[in-house]
């Protein structure tokens, strides 16, 4: 589940198998990568640049 496809908090915190408040708040972190959409009520982030971060070494998630 990588490469293209747009993952939203929701998508994010099945991935890394947290809960979406954590999410939320990962997302908001200055090194997350930034979203690639923004559409009403929530955004969207590539799921090649989360797994891109996470292999950068973010444990602390």
Known sequence: ???DDLWTTAG???RLAISAERARRL???PD???PVQSVPYFDLWR???VEAWLLEGQPDY
């Open 47 to 49: 799921a090649s640049d």
């Open 1 to 3: 589940m990588a490469g």
């Open 12 to 14: 994010i915190a099945h």
């Open 27 to 29: 997302c908001a972190r």
């Open 32 to 34: 997350f990568p930034s």
